[in-house]
């Protein structure tokens, strides 16, 4: 993919309180934060548009299916509902939804940061692909979504070549330390 490649981005934040105007979305605007700041890195851009939503499982399939389908977008990231609460279905609503599943980033992204504060090994996000839609479901906080954030933006734009079969361009990567 070249300079003038515009990749279409959705984030989808999921919070009950949030939804209800109680606080600001935080974490979804930490996330378009890190975009801007990868696709200024890659000479790339990114048109990202924004969801806030209440933790319910049949409006977030909802999203997700019109993502995937009606109206279809590069990347999804969804924010919020991937611990153990009661409330949060984000893993268990998308993980069925997914044509493959990509497991190692989000281990990668458990052990890494669990090593520090051990209460990263909670968090349940999963990645995978719908169709031709990369998505990751991140925790609402936003030094969660900056530590995954750190894993994720640099192999997002391979990870996208290589989901719409364009594996020619592969740029060296420093090793994620741990």
């Keep these: 993919m070249h300079s003038s490649t515009t990749y279409r981005c959705h984030v989808i934040t999921l919070s009950d309180r949030a939804s209800r105007g109680e606080y600001n979305d935080e974490s979804g605007t930490r996330i378009v934060h890190c975009l801007e700041a990868q696709a200024a890195k890659e000479r790339i851009a990114f048109k990202t548009e924004r969801t806030l939503i209440p933790d319910d499982a049949n409006q977030l399939a909802a999203t997700i299916h019109r993502l995937t389908n009606q109206e279809p977008v590069d990347v999804i990231f969804t924010t919020g509902g991937t611990g153990i609460g009661p409330r949060d279905i984000t893993p268990d609503t ?56 750190q894993i994720i933006m640099p192999l997002l734009i391979h990870a996208l070549e290589m989901l719409h079969g364009d594996n020619t361009n592969h740029p060296p990567h420093n090793p994620i330390e741990l």
Excluded: H, W
């Design 94 to 149: 998308l993980a069925p939804m997914f044509d493959k599943t990509l497991p190692g980033i989000m281990e990668l992204i458990r052990v890494k940061y669990a090593l520090e504060n051990p209460r990263a090994a909670l968090s349940r996000g999963v990645a995978g692909t719908i169709k031709q839609t990369l998505v990751f479901t991140l925790p609402g906080s936003k030094k969660a979504v900056d530590e995954y954030c």
